[in-house]
């Protein structure tokens, strides 16, 4: 049988595995900080008639640049944001995957502050891009100084922020932001796929786009809004920006199927954003107590919790799943990382924890 060893690839792609988080069949699924409430039911019969509406033209290619949709979501965001400063793809990782075909690629390089999202070097890879992973700091913290030092240091063409911070669930302070806008030479990307759950009083990076051509902010709806499934993720920016990654988005990326599911989902964004406030409480029962229990527990303002096991945390993980609650093992020594999901599925979590000590 032949192998990957057998074929031709790319040198630096050798002994890779694909990215993939376990999908397994369990009772309590809480590894992809997905939402775990099914959509209400009046959403799911008005996502049928969108679709539905489209099926008879199916044989023609649609919308190529989906114009309805980024007006749509650009009407959500508020921020004075117009459809020539917003950008939809198939998830937010194929909208960074496009940023790094427009202003990364092979010669140039992109800097993250590690722990974070872990598809960030593999899309860096995947685009021939320079990765550099930069520090945090204790606790995870990542202050202005330490940022802009490292900037400094390495001159990226991109930066990747993260608010709130994956696998940590923390959100950056707004200085930050802003003093890595000053210090990079190249794009700063923002990415915001939990800014729906954040505290009252955190401020997005929307804020801050007028006047800064080079910064982006990446969102998705696969999160807050229930879809993942749907995959639409998008970036709000300069309508330069939006331009500038039209070059190298691949023609007709974004099906009609897609298009008219999430513009009917975003018709009933009260619906969906719904269950937002119960999901932050149970990340916020989550964090009470397991730090009551006497565990390490990382700030959160996501819908996800960062915790430390006590022990090894791949003996952990194997612990929880044979009890049927999976979990994410995010590859830091001693810690795991939770979705917050129904009061159900918390309570599993719980009491399954209760029996690692």
Not at 107 to 115: E, I, K, M, T, Y
Not at 168 to 189: C, I, K, S, W
Not at 285 to 296: M, Q
């Amino acid at each position: 049988m032949t192998g990957l060893e057998d074929l031709p690839i790319r040198d630096d792609l050798r002994g890779l595995t694909p990215y993939g988080a376990p999908q397994l069949d369990v009772p309590v699924r809480l590894n992809t900080n997905e939402n775990s409430y099914p959509l209400p039911e009046p959403v799911v019969e008005a996502i049928g008639k969108a679709l539905a509406a489209e099926l008879r033209d199916l044989n023609r290619y649609p919308d190529r640049d989906a114009v309805a949709l980024r007006a749509d979501l650009a009407g959500y965001l508020g921020h004075g944001l117009t459809v020539e400063q917003v950008w939809a793809a198939n998830g937010s990782n194929e909208i960074q995957q496009q940023l790094l075909q427009a202003f990364g690629g092979p010669g140039r390089s992109a800097l993250g502050f590690v722990p974070a999202y872990s598809m960030h070097p593999l899309l860096a890879l995947g685009t021939g891009t320079r990765w550099v992973p930069a520090r945090r700091g204790v606790d995870f913290g990542l202050t202005a100084d330490e940022a802009v030092a490292q900037v400094r240091e390495h001159r990226p063409d991109v930066v990747f922020l993260c608010s709130p911070n994956n696998p940590t669930g923390t959100a950056l302070d707004p200085t930050v932001v802003a003093a890595v806008l000053d210090a990079a030479p190249g794009m700063v990307v923002v990415d915001e796929a939990y800014a729906e759950f954040a505290r009252p009083g955190t401020v997005s990076a929307l804020a801050v786009l007028p006047g800064h051509p080079r910064l982006v902010v990446t969102r998705t709806m696969s999160k807050a809004f229930g879809f993942a499934g749907g995959r639409l993720g998008y970036l709000a920016a300069d309508a330069a920006v939006v331009r500038a990654v039209q070059l190298v988005r691949l023609p007709y990326h974004l099906s009609a199927l897609t298009q008219a599911a999430a513009r009917a989902a975003l018709a009933h964004r009260d619906a969906l954003l719904g269950t937002v406030s119960a999901i932050m409480g149970e990340r916020d029962r989550i964090v009470a107590t397991l730090r009551a229990r006497g565990l390490r527990v990382a700030d959160s303002d996501a819908n996800f919790v960062l915790f430390e096991t006590g022990g090894d945390q791949a003996t952990a993980w194997r612990a929880l799943l044979d009890q049927g609650v999976l979990v994410r093992d995010v590859g830091l020594p001693g810690w795991l990382r939770v979705t917050a999901g129904t009061p159900a599925e918390t309570d599993a979590f719980l009491a399954a924890m209760e029996t690692l000590r």
